[in-house]
């Protein structure tokens, strides 16, 4: 004897997800990708509404780069958090453009990627630098006096 819940789980296919992740500086963004209609969406909102708007167009970078037929299958989740602005936002690009795909097409979205902008697929390792003493920051020394 099955009962009726085993019965649905075992009738319904698993549904494939990958989550990847993205990083610049100190913000992190998390994307879940899974199968759905296309709908990208950055902390509950849309992405189009990504505020500040003149980076609004970073933010889309790999879907107008792949083509948006890439992405009218999949619903992605992107969670952000830390860092400023800018650095969310290219953390957020550096996240979703990421999927499952068969290994023959993976090869040829990281040549086209490659091709536009290595920061969408390798993160910067660039870094604020600590300050020292004798001085007010990491490279200016406070200035020197004979008398």
Known sequence: FVSSKEEITATMPASQSVQVFGKKKTATACAFAKQGRGLIKVNGQPIELIEPEPLRLKAFEPVLVLGQEKFAN?????RVKGGGMTAQIYAIRAAYHAKY??????????????????NLLVSDPRRCEPKKYGGRSARSRFQKSYR
Request: aromatic share 4%.
């Open 74 to 78: 999949l619903d992605i989740r992107i």
């Open 101 to 118: 795909v068969d290994e023959s097409s993976k090869n040829e979205l990281r040549k086209t990627l490659m091709a536009y902008d290595r």
